[in-house]
């Protein structure tokens, strides 16, 4: 269990988050923000091409609560080099639990080459659950050079899906941010949204993708 006590400011000038703030690759304990801020800039260097997941923590499975990000989330690149299919505010994906959680600033990931996944909050949610959030941010996703691959993008998560019998839930969130999404060629496909680039569902009926009580 990890309780913020105070804001937080960092800073990028003159290197990266990898070397000043590096996200923790997989979270599975409880966040709580406490009410409080994380601001300045993430920009997250990939430190090898097995690095897939980036934000605040990169995949979450635990429980992240009461946090207001408040800075320049982003992917240091080139369109030769991206790895980084998964970027959001909170967390690059989200199978746990993501509550009252608050995003503003920048969400941009330019040139990704393995699939792009952006959303404010989570750049994607496998069967977890984002309740009572609020994306401020402007969200920026770019694919290059992967006709067969979607590109997902959203105010709240790239893309929402199930994880295995888990529903993916998004309820009681909002956005306010402004949300860009683009392909390079463009005969690839681009899902954006306010919400969730796209809600992918199932022939199942008792398997759910639920987005309740939204407003965009």
Same mark, same amino acid.
């Given at each position: 269990?990890?309780?913020?006590?105070?804001?937080? @400011?960092?800073?990028?000038?003159?290197?990266?988050?990898?070397?000043?703030?590096?996200?923790?690759?997989?979270?599975?304990?409880?966040?709580?923000?406490?009410?409080?801020?994380?601001?300045?800039?993430?920009?997250?260097?990939?430190?090898?091409? @097995?690095? !897939?997941? +980036?934000?605040?923590?990169?995949?979450?499975?635990?429980?992240?609560?009461?946090?207001?990000?408040?800075?320049?989330?982003?992917?240091?690149?080139?369109?030769?080099?991206?790895?980084?299919?998964?970027?959001?505010?909170? +967390?690059?994906?989200?199978?746990?639990?993501?509550?009252?959680?608050?995003?503003?600033?920048?969400?941009?990931?330019?040139?990704? !080459?393995?699939?792009?996944?952006?959303?404010?909050?989570?750049?994607?949610?496998?069967?977890?659950?984002?309740?009572?959030?609020?994306?401020?941010?402007?969200?920026?996703?770019?694919?290059?050079?992967?006709?067969?691959?979607?590109?997902?993008?959203?105010?709240?998560?790239?893309?929402?899906?199930?994880?295995?019998? +888990?529903?993916?839930?998004?309820?009681?969130?909002?956005?306010?941010?402004?949300?860009?999404?683009?392909?390079?060629?463009?005969?690839?496909?681009?899902?954006?949204?306010?919400? +969730?680039?796209?809600?992918?569902?199932?022939?199942?009926?008792?398997?759910?993708?639920?987005?309740?009580?939204?407003?965009?």
């Amino acid at each position: 269990y990890y309780k913020l006590i105070n804001n937080i @400011t960092i800073s990028s000038e003159g290197s990266s988050i990898y070397e000043q703030w590096e996200p923790r690759a997989e979270f599975s304990g409880t966040f709580d923000g406490n009410g409080n801020t994380i601001s300045g800039d993430m920009i997250v260097k990939p430190n090898n091409s @097995t690095t !897939q997941y +980036a934000g605040f923590v990169g995949y979450n499975f635990g429980t992240i609560k009461n946090l207001t990000i408040d800075a320049y989330v982003g992917i240091e690149n080139s369109q030769d080099d991206c790895h980084v299919p998964y970027l959001g505010g909170i +967390a690059g994906a989200n199978k746990g639990t993501i509550s009252k959680c608050y995003v503003k600033g920048t969400v941009i990931a330019p040139f990704s !080459q393995y699939g792009c996944n952006t959303g404010g909050i989570a750049g994607f949610n496998f069967g977890g659950t984002i309740e009572n959030c609020i994306n401020y941010a402007s969200i920026y996703g770019s694919e290059y050079n992967k006709s067969d691959i979607p590109a997902y993008v959203g105010g709240i998560t790239g893309g929402n899906t199930v994880n295995g019998t +888990a529903s993916g839930y998004i309820k009681g969130c909002t956005n306010n941010g402004k949300i860009e999404g683009a392909i390079n060629p463009k005969d690839g496909t681009c899902y954006s949204g306010g919400i +969730a680039g796209k809600n992918f569902r199932s022939g199942e009926s008792t398997i759910c993708y639920i987005i309740n009580d939204c407003i965009n």
